[in-house]
């Protein structure tokens, strides 16, 4: 079965500082990776995901993300954090077949300090 | 082009109590999921459907959950005789296919309190 892991349950950075939000995930086959954004009493937005290809992935807002396949993890990062970025962050699989559904993190949250 | 549209956003229900919530997906996406979110729990999916099928209800439980996606209008979440523990916020996303490429598009979610 496939399972995502968010070790941390909250991170705080400085504004101007670089962030990290890590995500470990275990599947049985080819892994398909995401990172969804989740403001106060909204919704998941997409930020971005990881299919195949270059491991560093960029997404929207500055984000990026690395995948390292030997550690089995896909780390959220962003050169220069601000307020704005103050969130729930969650990481998500997929596995590389049929129609399996998104397994998602118990998601961080992360808190960007001016 | 809306994005995918939860109704209503928030609700209130006495425990016995019947809740319908409703997921309309975006124009064009046939796949429809709904998760549940728990404090301090993450999301955690529930129902995976098509029109007129249910895909995957791994996540429902057994008794008083049930989902529906029908060939005309939006797909329903329906939870019958609502207890305490049921009060949550129910999110639903859509996708255009199968295709483990896509990601999903959620919806806002409905805030279900049961008093």
């Known amino acids: 079965a496939q399972s995502v892991a968010q070790p941390e349950d909250q991170v705080n950075v400085a504004e101007g500082n670089p962030l990290t939000v890590k995500c470990t995930y275990s599947?049985?086959?080819?892994?398909?990776l995401f990172w969804y954004v989740q403001y106060p009493n909204r919704g998941l937005q997409f930020l971005l995901k990881y299919i195949t290809g270059d491991n560093l992935v960029k997404g929207s807002y500055g984000f990026e993300a690395e995948f390292n396949k030997s550690q089995t993890s896909f780390h959220l990062k962003k050169p220069s954090a601000l307020v704005s970025d103050s969130a729930l962050y969650f990481c998500?699989?997929?596995?590389?077949?049929?129609?399996?559904?998104?397994?998602f993190g118990k998601g961080t949250r992360l808190s960007v300090i001016a | 082009n809306a994005g995918v549209m939860q109704n209503p956003r928030h609700l209130v229900r006495r425990r016995g109590q019947e809740a319908r919530l409703r997921c309309s997906p975006m124009?064009?996406?046939?796949?429809v999921y709904w998760y549940r979110q728990l404090p301090e729990e993450g999301l955690k999916f529930m129902v995976y459907l098509q029109k007129e099928n249910i895909i995957d209800e791994s996540g429902m439980p057994k008794e008083r959950f049930s989902a529906e996606f029908p060939k005309e209008g939006p797909s329903i979440l329906r939870i019958q005789q609502v207890v305490r523990g049921d009060s949550a916020a129910y999110f639903c996303?859509?996708?255009?296919?199968?295709?483990?490429?896509?990601?999903?598009?959620f919806g806002s979610g409905t805030r279900l309190t049961v008093v």
């Open positions: 599947v049985s086959g080819n892994p398909y």
């Open positions: 124009k064009g996406h046939s796949h």
């Open positions: 998500a699989v997929r596995e590389g077949s049929g129609n399996t559904p998104l397994v």
């Open positions: 996303a859509s996708s255009p296919g199968q295709g483990v490429a896509y990601g999903y598009t």
